[in-house]
């Protein structure tokens, strides 16, 4: 079926692209409103809207770890009117731990544009006590399952995952929450003691000193947080996670659109005030073809592949 719809969308493409877009264009977001992933999708797609000459409206469509959202526009007509806004979880990790999901990555998706990077932050907050990973450590060994850490996406809680698994194993309930925004309230209220999950979300809250940044999943530091030290630097060797955002479609959806929206957000990604907004939110704008994008994805999913073979998980 997906090798039949990928033929007619191929016979169709001069003249389709020539044409398209007629009518207005649709961004799912698989997470709940107010995350990282949310905000740099709306920013994008409220500068979309221009050259391309139609509305470009975002719909949040959130629930078991993406799966929903990333599943519906792997079902969508590949017309290009519908996009994803996607991420590590729904585009590269979801297919490596369910067993049962609806869509494939691999097959029902294909890469439009890299968007931009965004790094990891290990958070907690400030009534836990703790200023660095070897006091968390302490505290989460003393209390064997006391320490509650929040999953918004199945990335996020791979990157936690990881840090058990390198740390030499810590004994923590996972909570399971349909957006990085909702998991964030819970955190400073103190009903969760941790998340490693996307910067942008925190960084007013590390401001207020109602967070704190215990470690930054990169491997190098990070440009708001130059006092916050890496993983590996914090002693957790080997520790390397990065999240993005990136626009996807369906798979089929002709290659001229896709370039054609590439080159748009390309141009948008040089905007003065697009730039200075990335900035603050810590993210670094990537770009680029949707080749390019489509090779990241394939690189990513082997990354992940072997987070989940260290850290032991098996698919649910």
């Known amino acids: 079926m997906i090798a039949r719809r990928i033929v007619l969308a191929a016979l169709a493409t001069p003249a389709f692209a020539q044409s398209w877009p007629t009518r207005p264009l649709r961004v799912v977001v698989p997470f709940a409103p107010g995350g990282a992933t949310d905000l740099i999708a709306r920013l994008i797609a409220d500068k979309l809207a221009a050259p391309l000459g139609q509305t470009v409206t ?10 929903l959202g990333a599943d519906a526009v792997a079902k969508a007509a590949p017309d290009g009117y519908t ?40 958070v907690v907050p400030a009534s836990l006590g703790v ?33 058990r698994a390198l740390a ?4 923590m309930e996972m909570v399971q929450y349909r957006g990085g925004a909702p998991a964030r309230t819970d955190l400073l209220a103190g009903r969760i003691q941790l998340v490693i999950e996307q910067a942008p ?22 440009s708001l947080l130059p006092n916050v030290p890496t993983m590996q630097e ?11 955002l990136g626009y996807g479609a369906p798979a089929g959806t002709p290659m001229e659109v896709r370039r054609r929206i590439a080159a748009e957000i390309d141009r ?17 704008p990537v770009g680029g073809p949707p080749e390019r994008m489509d090779e990241w994805l394939v690189a990513e999913r082997r990354r992940w592949a072997e987070v989940v073979r260290i850290a032991g998980i098996e698919r649910e």
């Open 268 to 284: 948008i990604l040089l905007l003065p005030d697009v730039r200075e907004r990335l900035a603050a939110w810590g993210a670094e």
């Open 131 to 163: 200023r660095n990973v070897a006091e968390f450590l302490a505290l989460a060994r003393a209390r064997p399952n006391a320490i509650n850490f929040a999953t918004s996406g199945m990335a996020s809680r791979l990157t936690v995952e990881m840090f």
């Open 168 to 171: 030499g194993g810590v004994e």
């Open 58 to 67: 975002v719909e949040n469509r959130a629930g078991a770890f993406g799966v």
């Open 201 to 222: 979300s925190f960084l007013e809250d590390f401001r207020a000193g109602t967070l704190v940044p215990l470690a930054v999943g990169g491997t190098t530091r990070f």
């Open 83 to 122: 996009l994803l806004a996607g991420s590590p979880g729904p585009m590269a990790v979801n297919g490596l731990v369910y067993r049962n999901l609806p869509y494939s990555p691999e097959r029902d998706l294909v890469g439009v544009s890299m968007v931009a990077s965004i790094p990891y932050v290990m």
């Open 234 to 244: 914090a002693g957790i060797a080997g520790y390397e996670a990065a999240a993005w």
